[in-house]
């Protein structure tokens, strides 16, 4: 079973740019879909983007399309999210997550449907 741990999250300021990794370890990286989730103080984690394990399939959250970019690197064992033109309602922990799947193509953006999940990491922009 894969194992993910997240990094690069930290403070950044209304309009700047972050990008997470997510590594993976333990598993056949390249045959798992990977998807990122987001979870503000108070609120439901909430879908933001993700991968089929070909990488040729991305589905991303309304709320962050055309801003943030999800990408893979089979080679380290690494999913990433490159977060752009960040704002406050941006602020949350961050957690990627990962199924096995068996269509290359598949993306999946409902939290149930993945069985690994990083620990977070913390996104906060400061308006």
């Known amino acids: 079973q894969v194992q993910l741990v997240e990094s690069g999250g930290g403070l950044v300021q209304h309009g700047g740019s972050l990008r997470l990794s997510c590594a993976a370890s333990?598993?056949?990286?390249?045959?798992?879909?990977m998807g990122w989730f987001r979870q503000a103080p108070a609120n439901e984690r909430e879908f933001v983007a993700a991968?089929?394990?070909?990488?040729?399939?991305?589905y991303y959250a309304d709320s962050v399309k055309g801003r943030f970019t999800i990408s893979r690197d089979d080679a380290k064992n690494t999913v990433y999210l490159q977060i752009n033109s960040l704002k406050p309602e941006d602020t949350a922990v961050y957690y990627c997550?990962?199924?096995?799947?068996?269509?290359?193509?598949?993306?999946?953006?409902?939290?149930?449907?993945?069985?690994?999940w990083g620990q977070g990491t913390q996104v906060t922009v400061s308006s």
């Open positions: 997550a990962a199924r096995f799947s068996i269509t290359s193509t598949t993306v999946y953006y409902a939290s149930h449907l993945y069985d690994r």
């Open positions: 991968m089929s394990w070909s990488g040729g399939s991305t």
């Open positions: 333990g598993g056949t990286f390249n045959r798992y879909a």
